[in-house]
């Protein structure tokens, strides 16, 4: 399943020298939406489209259903990457809002760690393993002001789903998640990075030779120009959260969300914040 989806909505039409670059608009999309063309959660359109090899167009559509804009290109990688790439610019700088204690963290390789007993009962409760098996999970706690962090560090703090307070939700953790790409921006177009052309090429090679994608990374002097021309931009968030959807009753379906009467809330949204008000 697809962990997390974000849309980045770009406005291509303005000349390099602009003195007001355009804003980045990214869009956090809830994993739980539930689309009837697909018969399930939106976090399930890559799987379900591989075996057809075609896991991004799959993806890309139920994408432009939610947020009303057409999805020209789709890039899919996993958490290593992400890690890796975070490690190589030297760790990233993130203010985080609020205060973060999450006490059901798991531990990767540690799922099957009996800690110690004898007989391994089978628990599907998430509150009851925690204190079943303690030692596959550790205690995340992350004080609100400006940190540093590290590949790790920071996998941790946007894959933390069950902290304490308002950061326990699928929304907070988006905001995370934006925080964080954010901070990545910030520093791959720092001076000490941008102009380090052998960190340029390290980032290019684990970028190009870890991910899915049908964006043309063959070209690195234009990617390179790309991110030129946006290298002053600023982000402009937005996390689809509850006030968006409802959460009908259990069935077959499971825990799902689903939009307010119909996807023209959201559309709305989407076109007046990126400029092109419907």
């Avoid at 996998?155 to 907070?172: C, I, P, Q, T, W």
Wanted: glycine share 6%; hydrophobic share 40%.
């Amino acid at each position: 399943f697809t962990d997390t989806m974000v849309v980045a909505s770009v406005q291509t039409k303005f000349t390099s020298d602009s003195v007001l670059v355009p804003p980045i608009l990214l869009i956090s999309i809830p994993r739980d939406i539930y689309l009837d063309s697909l018969q399930g959660k939106i976090n399930t359109a890559y799987q379900l489209g591989l075996d057809q090899n075609v896991g991004l167009v799959l993806a890309k559509q139920a994408a432009s259903t939610v947020t009303g804009l057409p999805i020209h290109y789709a890039l899919v990688a996993d958490f290593s990457v992400f890690e890796k790439v975070i490690n190589t610019l030297g760790g990233i700088d993130i203010t985080v809002p609020d205060v973060l204690d999450d006490y059901m963290y798991p531990i990767d390789g540690q799922e099957t760690n009996s800690c110690g007993l004898s007989s391994v009962p089978l628990v599907t409760d998430e509150l009851l393993a925690v204190k079943t098996f303690p030692c596959r999970y550790e205690h995340l706690h992350f004080d609100a002001g400006l940190q540093h962090m590290d590949g790790a560090t920071a996998l941790k703090y946007v894959r933390s789903r069950h902290a304490e307070g308002s950061e326990g939700s699928d929304f907070a953790r988006s905001r995370r998640q934006q925080l964080v790409i954010k901070a990545i921006k910030d520093k791959v177009f720092s001076g000490s990075t941008f102009l380090d052309l052998t960190k340029d090429l390290e980032l290019y090679n684990q970028i190009k030779t870890s991910i899915s994608t049908d964006l043309d990374f063959s070209q690195p002097k234009a990617l390179l120009a790309l991110g030129l021309k946006y290298r002053a931009a600023t982000f402009k968030n937005i996390v689809l959260d509850e006030t968006f959807f409802v959460n009908p009753p259990m069935d077959d379906r499971g825990w799902i969300l689903l939009p307010n009467n119909n996807w023209d809330q959201i559309h709305q949204l989407i076109a007046t914040s990126s400029g092109s008000p419907r």
